[in-house]
C-alpha cells in the first residue's frame, strides 16, 4: 500500500526554468517601473518626440528578452532556446499585447472616450508604436506577479487535483480581484500623463477598469498555463502551443469586449452597435 504525499501550498513553479523566470521578471520589474517614475516625476517626456518614445518602449520591454538569452539559467544552459520557459512567455505576451494594442485599443476610443495624444507620427492602427513594446513590459510583470498568488491558491487545500465547487468559486474571485486591481491602478497611475485623454476621469477608473479587466480574467489564469499542464503539471510546452494559445487568449477577450460594446455601450450611454472598431467602422 502507498500513500500519495500531497505538497501543496507553493508560490513559484517546481519546473526550474519558469521558476528562474517568474522570478527574474519579478526582479526586472521595479526597474522599468522606476526609469518610468522618473522619467515622469520629472518631467522628461515632454521633450520626447517620435525616436525618444521609442527608444523608451526598446529599453523598458528588450530586457526581458535580452537577459535571459545572455545569463540563462542553469536549467536552460545547453537547452534549445525555443524550449525554455521565459522565450514561451515573451511569446504569448507579445502575441496577446499585440492584438490587444492593434485591434482593443479602438474600443476604448470608441466605448471608453480615452484616447492618445502623444506628440509621435510612429503609429500603427492610429496606435503609437512605442505602446506596443511599452505593454510588454507592463504585461510581463502583471502575469509575472499574479501566476505564483494564483498558483500558492491552486496548490493549496489538497493539491491541484483537488478541485471543489468552494476552490473553483475562490479562484475565480481571485482572477476577478486581481483583474479589477490590475485594471484600475493602470488607470490611475497613467493619470498625471496628459497624453492620455480621458473624456470622464471617475467613470473611466470605475466602469472603465471593469471593462479593461475583461483582459485579464481571462489572461491571468491563461498564462499560469505554460509549461503546468498534464496529469503532473510539468507538461513541457512547444512554441507553437504557446503561440496558439497566446492567440485563443486574445480571441475569447476579443469576444468578450464585443460583447460589451453590444449590450452596454459606451460610458456617455451610446449605443455602437452600429460602429465595430475605430472612428469610421470596419
Known amino acids: 500500500m502507498t500513500t500519495k504525499i500531497v505538497e501543496e501550498g507553493y508560490w513559484f513553479s517546481k519546473v526550474p526554468s519558469k521558476r528562474w523566470a517568474e522570478k527574474f521578471f519579478l526582479f526586472y520589474s521595479p526597474v522599468w517601473i522606476t526609469v518610468f517614475s522618473l522619467i515622469v516625476a520629472t518631467g522628461a517626456y515632454k521633450s520626447f518626440y517620435d525616436v525618444e518614445f521609442f527608444i523608451l518602449g526598446l529599453v523598458v520591454s528588450l530586457p526581458c528578452v535580452i537577459y535571459p538569452l545572455l545569463f540563462p539559467c542553469a536549467a536552460d544552459k545547453g537547452k534549445p532556446i525555443l524550449e525554455r520557459y521565459w522565450v514561451k512567455a515573451n511569446i504569448w505576451i507579445a502575441l496577446f499585447g499585440f492584438v490587444g494594442n492593434y ?15 502623444f506628440p509621435v507620427e510612429f503609429k500603427l492602427n492610429e496606435v503609437p508604436v512605442m505602446l506596443y513594446f511599452v505593454t510588454h ?20 487545500f489538497g493539491g491541484r487535483d483537488n478541485r471543489t465547487f468552494l476552490k473553483t468559486v475562490g479562484s475565480i474571485l481571485i482572477v476577478c480581484a486581481m483583474a479589477y486591481f490590475t485594471a484600475f491602478m493602470e488607470a490611475w497611475t497613467i493619470s ?25 480574467v481571462i489572461s491571468f489564469p491563461m498564462f499560469a498555463r505554460i509549461d503546468e499542464t498534464g496529469p503532473k503539471h ?18 475569447i477577450v476579443f469576444i468578450l469586449c464585443d460583447f460589451w460594446r453590444l449590450a452596454i455601450g459606451s ?15 470596419i
Do not use: C
Request: no cysteine; hydrophobic share 40%.
Open 192 to 216: 498625471s500623463v496628459p497624453y492620455y485623454h480621458i473624456e470622464d476621469r471617475s467613470k473611466m477608473y470605475t466602469i472603465g477598469s471593469t471593462f479593461y479587466m475583461l483582459y485579464f
Open 103 to 117: 485591434f482593443w485599443t479602438h474600443y476604448f476610443f470608441v466605448l471608453l472616450q480615452a484616447t492618445y495624444r
Open 234 to 251: 510539468n507538461e513541457k510546452w512547444n512554441i507553437s502551443r504557446a503561440a496558439l494559445e497566446g492567440l485563443g487568449s486574445a480571441m
Open 267 to 281: 460610458l456617455n450611454g451610446e449605443q455602437v452597435g452600429q460602429v465595430f472598431l475605430g472612428k469610421n467602422g
Open 137 to 156: 513590459a507592463y504585461f510581463i510583470s502583471y502575469h509575472a506577479a499574479t501566476t505564483p498568488i494564483l498558483r500558492r491558491y491552486w496548490t493549496a
